[in-house]
């Protein structure tokens, strides 16, 4: 048991540390962000450091631990019932302590939560490449991605998933599920599976590999009037070349203008939200970043993103419109190269660090809050469009998107305008 307390003690002590003092690098020096989530990792000579302290016991804030240290003690010599793994007591034990701070973005991830962020910040996950769904308590395979090892080993869409690799999976979260089927590239799962046209349950074995994530949806929205419609799904290390491959597809369609769908964004990357401002606004900041103090970060445009001609642009926004998300809404607006449409955003101005600890854990920590280039504190005021568009239920229900419909007319209509006061021109010319 001392052994485990020791590591209970170290891992706490390494996490008081940087909740007491760590600070993340200038963030215009040009460190990697997840997103709204600035990404550290914490340096073995920092570690060492933390460890010494532990050991030799030079720390004011020794008496809690100890205070810690004793109830487990206590509880592994005298607790009636069985006992979680020390691993698992030191997990519960941090996330206890974040919790007292009231802030739900302030958080302890596991090796495997970890994993599933870093993936989720590149763009792509090891797994078989299928969408899953639940219903009625039972978990099904809503479709397979393309060329993807669930595609291959013949899956379809409306499959029933009622074991992975053997085991029941019934009444299992969805999120349960799916971290049984992940896995790293190059093994394999098996799952059984009950299909509609076939009498009986199967199983089909699927090699998992890497499954890259398509994050934007692009195409022309209106044929006639050359609007392209592009929807940014996520803030990831791969959008920003998937938002200039997809401009570059419909310039070579001839868009006159554009609607940038940021619906149900829920942020992601802060350098992948520069990247992406840069490219519709031409000069000046996309976001200002206010750190413990008050001192305050400007991050401005990179011009080198300058690879597409300037356009009349609608961004579209909701109430899931998050994180990174408003960041990009929130400097086209103050820098009126776009015209927000919809609802009022979700209103996350702050920004989280992760810090990665010695044994694959991250800590996630909130760190500073974000201003839109004019000042505006989006935790506070959120993102409020220019124009309002509030679905109604029968629209939801009918899959009457009223918001996409009153961008395609907007800029219909600024179109005409634009070619009204051109044709004006060349008459007095």
């Known amino acids: ?90 997990y519960a034990a941090i996330r206890g302590m974040l919790a007292s701070l009231g802030d739900r973005y302030t958080r302890f991830l596991d090796p495997v939560e970890h994993t599933e962020l870093q993936d989720e910040n590149r763009g792509d996950f090891q797994g078989i490449g299928a969408v899953l769904g639940a219903k009625e308590g039972r978990t099904l395979i809503e479709k397979p991605l393309k060329n993807s090892p669930a595609l291959r080993a013949g899956l379809e869409a409306g499959d029933i998933i009622l074991k992975v690799n053997d085991e029941l999976i019934q009444g299992l979260d969805i999120e349960d599920v799916v971290k049984r089927i992940r896995g790293p590239r190059g093994t394999k799962v098996k799952l059984t599976i009950a299909r509609d046209s076939k009498p009986e349950p199967f199983d089909v074995e699927i090699e998992r590999a890497v499954i890259p994530i398509e994050i934007v949806e692009s195409r022309m929205e209106d044929s006639v009037d050359k609007i392209g419609y592009i929807a940014l799904h996520q803030f990831n290390e791969k959008c920003d070349q998937q938002l200039y491959e997809a401009m570059n597809q419909l310039d070579s369609e001839g868009a006159r203008a554009l609607i940038l769908d940021l619906r149900q964004n829920p942020g992601g990357l802060l350098d992948s939200a520069i990247s992406i401002g840069s490219r519709f606004i031409d000069n000046g900041n996309i976001v200002i970043v206010q750190q413990k103090g008050g001192r305050r970060n400007a991050l401005a445009v990179d011009r080198s993103k300058h690879n597409h001609a300037m356009r009349p642009l609608v961004v579209l926004v909701d109430h899931m419109t998050a994180s990174s998300s408003e960041i990009v809404a929130g400097a086209i607006q103050d820098h009126k190269t776009g015209t927000l449409i919809g609802q009022d955003s979700f209103g996350k101005g702050l920004i989280q660090t992760i810090i990665t600890l010695q044994d694959g854990e991250a800590v996630v920590i909130t760190t500073a ?52 006061s051109e044709l004006k021109g060349n008459e007095k010319g």
């Open 1 to 90: 048991m001392k052994s485990s307390s020791r590591l209970i003690l170290i891992c706490i002590l390494a996490l008081s540390s940087f909740l007491t003092g760590f600070t993340y690098r200038d963030l215009g020096a040009g460190s990697g962000f997840h997103g709204l989530l600035a990404r550290i990792d914490l340096v073995p000579s920092r570690l060492s450091s933390v460890m010494t302290t532990a050991v030799t016991g030079k720390n004011a804030d020794l008496p809690p631990v100890e205070t810690y240290w004793s109830v487990a003690s206590y509880l592994d010599a005298h607790y009636y019932g069985e006992k979680p793994q020390p691993k698992q007591l030191t």
């Open 369 to 420: 809050r974000y201003l839109t280039p004019a000042g505006h504190d989006v935790a506070k005021q959120k993102i409020h469009p220019d124009i309002v568009v509030e679905p109604s239920d029968d629209d939801i229900k009918n899959d009457n998107d009223v918001q996409l419909k009153r961008a395609v007319s907007y800029l219909k209509d600024t179109l005409t305008k634009q070619a009204n």
